[in-house]
């Protein structure tokens, strides 16, 4: 035993959190009463790169299996047992061997890793308990069916990271991080609906689940329509934060997916002379603007004709010391900007994603999600969106507001 101090604990310790037990928080969901068994083995094959998904195979009957590739000639098959099972025998190596060969045929191979594990759709109420935030698994369980685990573990760290560090600088109220739990509890909910809809479809608990999942099942092999129903565990995504009290709400009309709230989405540019991807072109150059990556970006497309000198000035002016707001301009090569950076839209799709007509302005966040929009450059209306996105909407400043 032993005791550490600190201001602020990130509880990241995993599914059995010592420190959600010692705080004697429970977790609210499902627990599912199947096993599967991994089997991570070295081969060399010419399958195609993709992920084959079975549903009643002859070789596990009544049940699903699965395979795709990994890196280094590993791939990963995944076996559902069913409840009633000896782990013990299960695990033996002869025993993997047979079910590897009754799918894959009579092949050389290598084992890697072997292992049977069961799963959860399960989270706590809240992430946010005083000077305790948690992270990734300690705050919510989904099954593996999606790649849901660490993707959301790392969205959490993407949303908390900057806020704490404002409250930490004082330059935000801790209310902020309330943000973070109504975010990432939101997101939490989607990613477990959406992994139990896959669970059920895949593992079917009800007569009437098996009729549905076995009638798609049948249909899918004819009929395109039936093949948008097959769930084996959709892709998961970044959720769209429409809800967040960070958001500063539309005030002009837009069309697409970048509401406030979203996750931005990425397209090719051309910047300083090479041609590259828009997201990766922001994190990789807010770099010295901000070394402390709690600053905002501004997104200008600009008109037709050109930009006139008040408003690169005004783009300029937008951000302050504490937290600053950097400004792009979506242009053609060889406008003027005025010294602020540029980004060449290549093929007009960050202009199509983000319904960037001329004169349209982006506030983004710094987890990339979209704080605000307009039609129109406004600096006044831009200042006031990022305060509300870091909680300082008191007229009070960052200190007093701390």
Known sequence: NYQLDCDWLIAADGNKSPIRNMLGLEFVGRLFEDHFLIADIKMKQDFPTERWFWFDPPFNPGQSAL??????DVWRLDFQLGWDIDREEELKPENVAKRIRAMLGDIEFEFEWLSIYTFQCRRLEKFWHGRVIFVGDAAHLVSPFGA???NSGLQDVDNLGWKLKLVIDRKAPVSLLGSYDDERVFAAR?????????TDFITPKSKVSR??????LALARDHGFARAFVNSGRLSVPAILSESPLNTPDEDSFRGRMVPGAPCADAPIRANGANGWFLNHLAR??????????????????????????????????????????????????????????????EGLLAERYDGKPGTLYLLRPDHHVAARWRRLDAARIRQARDRATGNLSGATAEEAA
């Open 67 to 72: 395979l795709h590739k990994q890196p280094d």
């Open 211 to 216: 009729n549905f999942r076995d009638a798609v």
């Open 148 to 150: 849901r685990g660490a």
């Open 190 to 198: 989607e990613n477990l609906l959406n992994s139990t809809r896959a």
């Open 285 to 346: 150059d807010n770099g010295p603007v901000d070394k402390n990556g709690t600053g905002f970006t501004a997104i200008y497309f600009a008109p037709a004709g050109g930009i006139d000198s008040d408003t690169t000035e005004s783009l300029a002016r937008l951000g302050d010391d504490a937290i600053p707001v950097t400004a792009y301009i979506v242009a053609p090569e060889g406008t003027d900007t005025g010294g602020l950076p540029l980004i060449e839209d290549r």
